[in-house]
């Protein structure tokens, strides 16, 4: 399928690059090394080099990138669950916002993402120096390619920035033998926002012939400066949420191509969501090649063990329950009633209770499902059968973190400690955005990773009017995308006058619409609120943690670098 294209050119570039020519000639030549004089042959090995920060690029949205972004929030939790994920305990100083420069999530990161930003820099140079007529390529099919790569590596840069902060700003691999110092946050800024406005002019529209959803647009590099303009605030200490607003009604008006929001709730998250107009940037899956975001470090291991029969999908073997929402409730059932008025995910999706995500997942045949959560018992085998934990009892899956074992519902244990380090398997309602469909099914494992929806758009939008006062301005914004959530009419759905939307209620908004996407910490911090409390969570001393440290090992190799405040060398 198109949609697989990319990637599978990177894959065929990767496979050739070891092979080995020979021949009776005994004069040396270094085939085995290749180098931009001799790698660029035909066409489509330009393509391949532009590919390699693409494919690296899917790769980051899981692992370390993911949960470095949810664990610290106030939604999604990965506790030892009696010996299993305690791993050494880093999820529970992620929960606690206790991390230090030698944890190695901070290292990693770090090094993920420039690693991508050296690839985009590689291809760009050699790209940039190619006499394109030896290509059969024109200059504008080049221009192209170098702003689909500046495009790329602002995306990699922005969420350095967002991590870090202080980062320094590497714009060429070749002769570089050493990153350069850090630059100031308001360099970093302006080095971003330069990138994003120079690239789009060269960009494609949606609609355009070979403009697919896989391929950075003008609209999505213009929402990745809605995303820089929106957290202005926070990045350099100076709020551009005219910018924001700016740019984001220039997408939804379609000055940078068409797009529209799903009337269907999981059509973003569906096997053929390349097609879904609310699409603006998504990483190509499919089951028999890259799918990152159904593997272990991400959505895979979002449930319990055993769930591949509920699912009827046999091909990943069982599941492994690192991330499920944080309770709702404690031990005894009573709903938690924190001052912040944080956390309990799930319960601020029942506050709507006609929302048709409430419904238990179920996958319904012909690659389709219903729901968004897993609760309660998983029957299957048409009921007479129920999933297992890995001690063998059967699993019932509450809003609730403690060792409920083999306890029937409403059953009180007598243990009524509730913490990240004293969970079970039963703890933790289980969220699937992406669909597991049955092994049987034609489409499964096909989904794109949708990197930016036009939902986002909207979201950032009606945040900027609420900010400027236009509640019921944000509202009938916010409405657009809620309605696909509830029925005609619903008393769910805002007035549109104003009355309803707080900044409490803004931001379990969004807590909803983008449950589970890699966000979250970045929306807690823009609202103030990431320093707070919420389950098994102290208010930190002060606000150093909005940033991470530099790893350890980062340090070590680079000395030129400097700690960012707040943490040891």
């Given at each position: 399928?198109?949609?697989?294209?990319?990637?599978?050119?990177?894959?065929?570039?990767?496979?050739?690059?070891?092979l080995?020519?020979?021949?009776?000639?005994?004069?040396?030549?270094?085939?085995?090394?290749?180098?931009?004089?001799?790698?660029?042959?035909?066409?489509?090995?330009v393509?391949?080099?532009?590919?390699?920060?693409?494919?690296?690029?899917?790769?980051?949205?899981?692992?370390?990138?993911y949960?470095?972004?949810?664990?610290?929030?106030?939604?999604?939790?990965?506790?030892?669950?009696?010996?299993?994920?305690?791993?050494?305990?880093?999820?529970?100083?992620?929960?606690?916002?206790?991390?230090?420069?030698?944890?190695?999530?901070?290292?990693?990161?770090?090094?993920?993402?420039?690693?991508?930003?050296?690839?985009a820099?590689?291809?760009?140079?050699?790209?940039?120096?190619?006499?394109?007529?030896?290509f059969?390529?024109?200059?504008?099919?080049?221009?192209?390619?170098?702003?689909?790569?500046?495009?790329?590596?602002?995306?990699?840069?922005?969420?350095?920035?967002?991590?870090?902060?202080?980062?320094?700003?590497?714009?060429?691999?070749?002769?570089?033998?050493?990153?350069?110092?850090?630059?100031?946050?308001?360099?970093?800024?302006?080095?971003?926002?330069k990138?994003?406005?120079?690239?789009?002019?060269?960009?494609?529209?949606k609609?355009?012939?070979?403009?697919?959803?896989?391929r950075?647009?003008?609209?999505?590099?213009?929402?990745?400066?809605?995303?820089?303009?929106?957290?202005?605030?926070?990045?350099?200490?100076?709020?551009?949420?005219?910018?924001?607003?700016?740019?984001?009604?220039?997408?939804i008006?379609?000055?940078?191509?068409?797009?529209?929001?799903?009337?269907?709730?999981?059509?973003?998250?569906?096997?053929?969501?390349?097609?879904?107009?609310?699409?603006?940037?998504?990483?190509?899956?499919?089951?028999?090649?890259?799918?990152?975001?159904?593997?272990?470090?991400?959505?895979w291991?979002?449930?319990?063990?055993?769930?591949?029969?509920?699912f009827?999908?046999?091909?990943?073997?069982?599941?492994?329950?690192?991330?499920?929402?944080?309770?709702?409730?404690?031990?005894?059932?009573?709903?938690?009633?924190?001052?912040?008025?944080?956390?309990?995910?799930?319960?601020?999706?029942?506050?709507?209770p006609?929302?048709?995500?409430?419904?238990?997942?179920?996958?319904?045949?012909?690659?389709?499902?219903?729901?968004?959560?897993?609760?309660?018992?998983?029957?299957?085998?048409?009921?007479?059968?129920?999933?297992?934990?890995?001690?063998?009892?059967?699993?019932?899956?509450?809003?609730?973190?403690?060792?409920?074992n083999?306890?029937?519902?409403?059953?009180?244990?007598?243990?009524?400690?509730?913490?990240?380090?004293?969970?079970?398997?039963?703890s933790?309602?289980?969220?699937?955005?992406?669909?597991?469909?049955?092994?049987?099914?034609?489409?499964?494992?096909?989904?794109?990773?949708?990197?930016?929806?036009?939902?986002?758009?909207?979201?950032?939008?009606?945040?900027?009017?609420?900010?400027k006062?236009?509640?019921?301005?944000?509202?009938?914004?916010?409405?657009?995308?809620?309605?696909?959530?509830?029925?005609?009419?619903?008393?769910?759905?805002?007035?549109?006058?104003g009355?309803?939307?707080?900044?409490?209620?803004?931001?379990?908004?969004?807590?909803?619409?983008?449950?589970?996407?890699?966000?979250?910490?970045?929306?807690?911090?823009?609202?103030?609120?990431?320093?707070?409390?919420?389950?098994?969570?102290?208010?930190?001393?002060?606000?150093?943690?909005?940033?991470?440290?530099?790893?350890?090992?980062?340090?070590?190799?680079s000395?030129?670098?400097?700690?960012?405040?707040?943490?040891?060398?």
């Amino acid at each position: 399928m198109k949609k697989n294209q990319f990637t599978y050119m990177l894959l065929a570039f990767l496979l050739g690059g070891i092979l080995i020519n020979s021949c009776t000639d005994l004069v040396e030549t270094p085939y085995d090394k290749i180098i931009s004089d001799n790698f660029y042959q035909t066409k489509d090995d330009v393509y391949r080099s532009f590919l390699r920060s693409f494919e690296h690029g899917y790769w980051t949205i899981q692992g370390t990138q993911y949960f470095m972004q949810e664990n610290p929030a106030d939604q999604i939790m990965t506790p030892n669950r009696q010996g299993d994920w305690y791993d050494g305990g880093k999820y529970i100083r992620l929960h606690n916002h206790t991390w230090t420069s030698q944890d190695d999530f901070c290292n990693d990161a770090w090094n993920n993402l420039f690693i991508g930003i050296s690839l985009a820099n590689n291809s760009l140079e050699d790209i940039k120096a190619l006499d394109v007529s030896r290509f059969n390529m024109s200059n504008t099919e080049q221009k192209s390619l170098i702003a689909e790569l500046r495009t790329m590596r602002a995306w990699y840069y922005l969420r350095l920035f967002d991590l870090y902060r202080n980062i320094p700003i590497v714009e060429t691999t070749k002769g570089a033998d050493q990153a350069p110092m850090q630059a100031t946050p308001q360099e970093t800024f302006t080095f971003i926002e330069k990138e994003l406005k120079e690239s789009v002019t060269d960009l494609g529209k949606k609609g355009y012939p070979e403009i697919v959803t896989s391929r950075w647009t003008q609209a999505g590099a213009m929402a990745l400066l809605a995303r820089l303009y929106l957290n202005a605030k926070v990045y350099i200490g100076v709020d551009h949420f005219d910018d924001c607003a700016k740019v984001c009604q220039d997408i939804i008006d379609g000055k940078y191509g068409t797009y529209a929001i799903a009337d269907r709730w999981d059509a973003p998250y569906d096997w053929n969501n390349d097609l879904c107009d609310e699409t603006i940037f998504a990483f190509p899956g499919s089951f028999g090649r890259t799918h990152w975001q159904y593997d272990g470090g991400m959505y895979w291991w979002a449930f319990p063990y055993n769930v591949n029969k509920y699912f009827e999908f046999t091909d990943f073997g069982t599941s492994n329950p690192k991330y499920t929402l944080q309770p709702g409730r404690d031990v005894s059932g009573v709903p938690y009633d924190f001052t912040s008025n944080l956390g309990q995910p799930f319960m601020k999706f029942q506050a709507y209770p006609d929302d048709v995500r409430l419904k238990l997942y179920k996958n319904l045949g012909n690659n389709t499902r219903e729901g968004m959560f897993l609760y309660g018992y998983l029957t299957y085998n048409e009921g007479q059968d129920t999933v297992t934990t890995s001690q063998g009892y059967n699993l019932y899956i509450r809003d609730q973190v403690g060792w409920f074992n083999d306890l029937k519902p409403g059953v009180v244990p007598a243990d009524l400690t509730s913490n990240m380090n004293h969970a079970d398997q039963n703890s933790g309602i289980c969220f699937a955005k992406y669909p597991f469909y049955k092994t049987t099914d034609s489409h499964k494992i096909e989904s794109d990773y949708a990197v930016i929806r036009l939902a986002e758009i909207y979201y950032d939008l009606a945040e900027c009017k609420f900010r400027k006062g236009d509640k019921a301005g944000a509202e009938k914004l916010l409405n657009v995308v809620r309605k696909r959530y509830y029925p005609a009419g619903s008393a769910s759905l805002y007035p549109e006058d104003g009355s309803k939307l707080t900044e409490s209620e803004l931001l379990d908004e969004w807590g909803r619409e983008f449950l589970g996407e890699g966000r979250r910490r970045t929306d807690l911090i823009r609202f103030g609120k990431f320093n707070s409390t919420w389950w098994d969570k102290s208010a930190d001393p002060d606000n150093h943690t909005e940033i991470y440290p530099i790893g350890l090992t980062v340090l070590g190799v680079s000395p030129q670098l400097k700690q960012n405040p707040g943490y040891d060398q």
